[in-house]
């Protein structure tokens, strides 16, 4: 069983920057795919960025490229999503999952078996 507990949310001007953590527990993280996934009030949750269990791979939501990079640390067990130039729009609570490591279907939340709580992010204009 793995806990994953997101942190680094809060508010934000259109332009500005956020990192956002993914802490786990109970396992460690190193044998395990990362997703970094978002609800916006109103919409389905959408994935947002993934980042393989060696980080060797790593792919992004059309809508973030360019402005969002994603991480790890193996040793540390955590997982990051550096989000930059954001936007109004990427308003919305976001989360961070994992399941092991397979790399299919890296953008459908169903194939993750761990979830944090959300952090929240708001972003102003």
């Known amino acids: 069983q793995v806990q994953l507990v997101e942190s680094g949310g809060g508010l934000v001007q259109a332009g500005g920057s956020l990192s956002l953590s993914c802490a786990a527990s109970g396992r460690t993280l190193s044998n395990y795919d990362v997703g970094w996934f978002r609800q916006a009030p109103g919409k389905e949750r959408e994935f947002v960025a993934f980042i393989s269990w060696s980080g060797g791979t790593m792919y992004f939501a059309d809508s973030v490229k360019g402005r969002f990079t994603i991480s790890r640390d193996n040793a540390k067990t955590r997982a990051y999503l550096q989000m930059n130039s954001l936007k109004p729009e990427d308003t919305a609570v976001y989360y961070c999952?994992?399941?092991?490591?397979?790399?299919?279907?890296?953008?459908?939340?169903?194939?993750?078996?761990?979830w944090g709580q959300g952090t929240q992010v708001t972003v102003s204009s």
């Open positions: 999952a994992g399941r092991p490591a397979r790399l299919l279907y890296y953008y459908d939340a169903r194939q993750y078996d761990y």
